[in-house]
T-cell receptor
């Protein structure tokens, strides 16, 4: 059974203090790994999709990396506005060339608080 | 570009009552999803539509939950009768299609703001 584990559950950083969030996964075959940001009272907001080990993507202060077992979301010099819950999700390989999808399996998220 | 629209945003009902949530996906998106997110958890897929056909409802509690997507656009999720454990945020999401075999890439899934349900 596919599993996604995120750590830590909660993280408190000072503004400018860089850190990393971890997403460990087990899946029969990985189609894609997704990172989302969720603000209180809002729906998840898409950040990145990674498809193969070694792939990296960046957006402003965020950088996502992928290995065969885990993904990291690196936050460089965070600001208070980066405070949110960060969700990781995996999509498993399925029937080739099929438009029928396979569910995103989400982790519980990491709640990030960045203080001034 | 307008996002995924959901209503109502908030609903409080008593157990055993019924409730319905409505979703309008991004224009042109063929794939529509309903997710349930319980406080402190990640979203869990309830049902996925491709146009107006169901492609995955394996985690939908069919004795009390139902969903439809008539004409392949708007969708409604219904709960009847509601239980206390149904208190959650119901998220609707959409994507152009699920998978692009030409580029071997998935399409971005966009979420709505969610409908918050409290069952008392």
């Amino acid at each position: 059974e596919d599993q996604v584990t995120q750590s830590p559950e909660a993280l408190r950083l000072q503004e400018g203090e860089s850190s990393s969030l971890n997403c460990s996964y087990t899946v029969s075959g990985l189609r894609g790994l997704f990172w989302y940001r969720q603000d209180p009272g809002k729906g998840p907001e898409f950040l990145f999709t990674l498809y193969s080990a070694g792939e990296e993507k960046e957006k402003e202060r965020l950088k996502a990396t992928l290995t065969k077992k885990e993904s990291f979301l690196h936050i460089t010099a965070p600001k208070p506005e980066d405070s949110a819950t960060y969700l990781c999700a995996v999509q498993a390989l399925g029937v080739e060339d099929s438009n029928s999808g396979y569910a995103l399996n989400f982790g519980k998220g990491t709640s990030l608080l960045v203080t001034p | 570009e307008a996002g995924v629209a959901q209503s109502p945003r908030y609903k409080i009902i008593e157990k055993r009552q019924s409730v319905a949530f409505w979703c309008n996906p991004i224009s042109g998106h063929a794939t529509l999803y309903w997710y349930q997110q319980i406080l402190g958890q990640g979203p869990k897929l309830l049902i996925q539509f491709q146009n107006n056909g169901v492609v995955d409802d394996s985690q939908l509690p069919k004795d009390r939950f139902s969903a439809e997507r008539l004409k392949g656009v708007d969708s409604t999720l219904k709960i009847q009768p509601a239980k206390l454990e149904d208190s959650a945020v119901y998220l609707c999401a959409s994507s152009l299609r699920w998978w692009d075999s030409r580029t071997s890439s998935g399409n971005t899934i966009y979420f709505g703001e969610g409908s918050w349900l409290t069952v008392v």
